[in-house]
């Protein structure tokens, strides 16, 4: 088939490289245009544009994917199906009228859970112990269309979503091709979404990565892991913001209040609502990341020292 690939950050790379390697046609790319980035605010390209460039592919990148130029130039490649794996935009009713097969989404849950910009974050922090992806047919409501093909994902008890998302990338351009393989034969039936076990994951904003040591331990084991590497799981600690990575839940330690820090010869324990966790890696402002034992003895914590909640 003709097909016009929609993406743009590295977890999309993926399955650009599937498809390329595919027996269909890549016609163009569509992304989201260069943004600013780094401390001097150069535009950037995104993933997805700099791969195609790097294979010789067209690349589309509208301000907006109801551009009339760009549905103009939609039309003329006219594509049998348009793969979309977090391109992040809306598209319109015009451009979704345009493929024969239409716009094929690979989502990274098990649809019709967790529909939204950060399943795999949600996932994590709600303790799931399974997820996956799902390739859907593209409707106006928010991945709410007849789902084409699953497959499903241990989530592991250390997994970040950074882990994670890597692995379901990986896995799930090989459904993604496998998809519009069975589209283009006649053998998928798109079966419309069951109507109960839905959930949202919106986006996840830095209060949401926040740290709360008034929940239980497997609760910050959780958000932590969920949001690393980003937002980025923090605290602050006499008024200054910490950045956190990944904690180890302990079997000890509650008699530490919520957020009481205790520092020994070779931990940094932290008090939640049940036992304590222990820090690993930690990150002040401005500065590179460290050990959270090297980072208490800079500090110099004094008995009965919390991290803040509010």
Known sequence: MRILFAGTPHTAVPSLDALLGSAHHVVAVLTRPDARAGRGR????????????????????????????????LRELAPDACPVVAYGALLPAAALAVPTHGW????????????????????????????????????????????LGRMTETIRPTDTAGDLLERLADAGSGLLVATLDGLEAGELVAEPQPGEGISLAPKISTDDARVRWATPALSVDRRVRGCTPAPGAWTTFRGERLKLLPVAVEQGGGDLMPGEVRVAKHEVLVGTA?????????????????????????????????????
């Open 104 to 147: 094929v989404n690979l989502h990274f849950s098990l649809l019709p859970a967790w529909r939204g910009a950060a399943p795999v974050q949600h996932a994590i922090m709600a303790g799931d112990e399974v997820t996956g992806a799902t390739t859907f047919l593209i409707e106006a409501g928010l991945d709410t269309g007849p789902v």
């Open 274 to 310: 049940t036992t304590a966790v222990r820090l690993g890696t930690v990150q002040p402002r401005g500065r590179k990341p460290m050990p959270a034992q090297d980072w208490a003895r800079g500090v110099r914590i004094d008995e009965g020292e919390r991290f803040e909640d509010e």
């Open 42 to 73: 150069a535009l950037v390209p995104s993933p997805v544009r700099v791969r195609a460039e790097e294979a010789g592919v067209e690349v589309l990148t509208p301000q907006r994917p109801g551009d009339e130029e760009f549905l103009s130039r």
